[in-house]
């Protein structure tokens, strides 16, 4: 968990030091500016974020607060994720981890009576100022706690988005269904049966097909609610490493309830209480030394 950036040979920067190529297409300077520019904002702003110094700011949320009805279940949210890493969110049930993942697609736009106030920016843009939402949950992709297949067979699940985008090219189409379906470590599994059945699958295999449905959208960020909660023991790691190989491409963020899961994949770690992000910080620091006590005590496991 902890040298996974050196483990990748990526740097801070988003640098393939491997490979000596820059993993997206701004330059280290221009992408520097940007960040310095956003942080000099939040300054000026007062504005005190859960930032880590050095890293490229991929999600930038300021000052959140989400209500539903009356209750408050997001009470000032500041944090900066690193992009192309993997963000853990940890926390007793109840805290808020779940809402907190929707609002970073908006999803919590479509449940009545919610309250959303503050700022969340994805590459410095405002999202709830954006009015495409469809475009946005395109970018920001998201998969649940139980694999939600279509009942159609694996190809027609996979290209599903893509077709519904306007992509009509049997070729294309074909091409995505591979690239998608290896990217999510599954090929292997169904390339002999793509017109079988979804849900004729194993619950792990599903998973790791809805997986490949949101990578065939070509997001840039995957949210995950708890992933493998519903999987066995050998599904869950077999989706642990297809995480792990996700993140030199994508941002990931992923609610778990397993401490062991946020330490074994993630690069970082926050710890939401009541509603609130209590510590962020590297997911070994969380684990190893912690700064608050009521971190402490919960990887302790003294509640939650
Ligand atoms: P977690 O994912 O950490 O278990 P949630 O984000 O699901 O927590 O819930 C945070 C709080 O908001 C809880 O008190 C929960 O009961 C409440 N809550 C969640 N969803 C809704 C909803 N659709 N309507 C009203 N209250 C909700
Ligand atoms: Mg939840």
Same mark, same amino acid.
């Given at each position: 968990?902890?040298?996974?950036?050196?483990?990748?040979?990526?740097?801070?920067?988003?640098?393939?030091?491997?490979?000596?190529?820059?993993?997206?297409?701004?330059?280290?300077?221009?992408?520097?500016?940007?960040?310095?520019?956003?942080?000099?904002?939040?300054?000026?702003?007062?504005?005190?974020?859960?930032?880590?110094?050095?890293?490229?700011?991929?999600?930038?949320?300021?000052?959140?607060?989400?209500?539903?009805?009356?209750?408050?279940?997001?009470?000032?949210?500041?944090?900066?994720?690193?992009?192309?890493?993997?963000?853990?969110?940890?926390?007793?049930?109840?805290?808020?981890?779940?809402?907190?993942?929707?609002?970073?697609?908006?999803?919590?736009?479509?449940?009545?009576?919610?309250?959303?106030?503050?700022?969340?920016?994805?590459?410095?843009?405002?999202?709830?100022?954006?009015?495409?939402?469809?475009?946005?949950?395109?970018?920001?992709?998201?998969?649940?706690?139980?694999?939600?297949?279509?009942?159609?067979?694996?190809?027609?699940?996979?290209?599903?988005?893509?077709?519904?985008?306007?992509?009509?090219?049997?070729?294309?189409?074909? @091409?995505?269904?591979?690239? $998608? +379906?290896? =990217? %999510?470590?599954?090929?292997?599994? *169904?390339?002999? &049966?793509?017109?079988? /059945? #979804?849900?004729?699958?194993?619950?792990?295999?599903?998973?790791?097909?809805?997986?490949?449905?949101?990578?065939?959208?070509?997001?840039?960020?995957?949210?995950?609610?708890?992933?493998?909660?519903?999987?066995?023991?050998?599904?869950?790691?077999?989706? @642990?490493?297809?995480?792990? $190989? +996700?993140? =030199? %491409?994508?941002?990931?963020?992923? *609610?778990?309830? &397993?401490?062991?899961? /946020? #330490?074994?994949?993630?690069?970082?770690?926050?710890?939401?209480?009541?509603?609130?992000?209590?510590?962020?910080?590297?997911?070994?620091?969380?684990?190893?030394?912690?700064?608050?006590?009521?971190?402490?005590?919960?990887?302790?496991?003294?509640?939650?």
């Amino acid at each position: 968990m902890s040298d996974n950036i050196n483990k990748n040979n990526i740097d801070s920067n988003g640098v393939d030091l491997k490979n000596n190529v820059n993993t997206d297409n701004k330059s280290i300077d221009e992408k520097r500016i940007a960040i310095d520019s956003i942080r000099k904002e939040y300054t000026d702003r007062n504005l005190v974020g859960n930032s880590l110094p050095g890293d490229e700011i991929k999600i930038s949320v300021r000052n959140l607060n989400l209500f539903y009805g009356e209750k408050h279940a997001l009470k000032d949210v500041n944090i900066d994720m690193p992009g192309n890493r993997v963000i853990a969110l940890i926390g007793p049930s109840g805290c808020g981890k779940s809402t907190f993942l929707r609002t970073l697609n908006r999803m919590n736009d479509l449940i009545e009576g919610v309250t959303i106030k503050g700022e969340i920016r994805i590459n410095a843009e405002d999202i709830y100022k954006t009015t495409d939402v469809i475009d946005l949950r395109t970018r920001v992709g998201m998969v649940f706690q139980k694999a939600n297949l279509f009942p159609m067979s694996i190809y027609d699940n996979i290209v599903y988005g893509p077709r519904i985008q306007g992509q009509r090219d049997k070729k294309k189409l074909d @091409e995505i269904v591979e690239k $998608s +379906l290896r =990217g %999510a470590a599954i090929w292997d599994e *169904v390339k002999d &049966n793509l017109k079988g /059945a #979804a849900l004729g699958l194993s619950g792990g295999q599903q998973q790791r097909v809805c997986i490949a449905r949101t990578i065939a959208m070509d997001p840039d960020i995957i949210l995950m609610d708890e992933p493998t909660s519903a999987l066995d023991p050998i599904s869950t790691l077999k989706v @642990e490493e297809l995480i792990e $190989s +996700l993140k =030199g %491409a994508y941002t990931i963020v992923i *609610v778990t309830h &397993n401490m062991q899961q /946020a #330490a074994r994949i993630s690069d970082y770690t926050a710890f939401f209480l009541n509603g609130e992000i209590v510590e962020f910080d590297e997911t070994k620091n969380i684990f190893e030394n912690p700064k608050d006590k009521r971190t402490e005590d919960y990887i302790n496991g003294r509640f939650g």
